[in-house]
DNA sequence: CGATTGACGTACG
DNA sequence: TCGTACGCCAATC
């Protein structure tokens, strides 16, 4: 398989720490371009192809908007998941996103 | 093999 | 400030 962008984007999501989200612009920037968010989302769609799991609740939208909910299975799954990690989400919204955003171009250090 | 879609985001009007 | 168009790459139809 893509040894190069997608697992990219699965180890970069799989760094993620505990209680900490990040949005998929944030991802497809880090590794490329900022355009190339759809390539993270599309990703995430494939991640259950992955032999790893990936903790995609911990991925979101730029707005912080649980978006990834309907494939994750259980709607409340992905924001039980998010609160039991510390980040508070309401109504598939992540209150003071900014706090709990976590950006690899940053904590990666590149 | 060619066209369209897909967990989004940025740029331009 | 709000709305529409484009870009990225892979997978599916």
Partial sequence: MQENFFNQVYEVVKLIPK????????IAK???????????????????????YIPAHRVVNRNGLLIGKAFFGKENEMSLLLN?????VKDDQIINFKNHFWDPSIELTL
């Fill in 19 to 26: 209680g900490k989200v990040t949005s998929y612009g944030a």
């Fill in 30 to 52: 880090y590794l490329s371009s900022s355009r190339a968010s759809r390539m993270v989302g599309w990703a995430m769609n494939n991640c259950h192809s992955r032999s790893e």
């Fill in 84 to 88: 039991d990690e510390g980040v508070e």
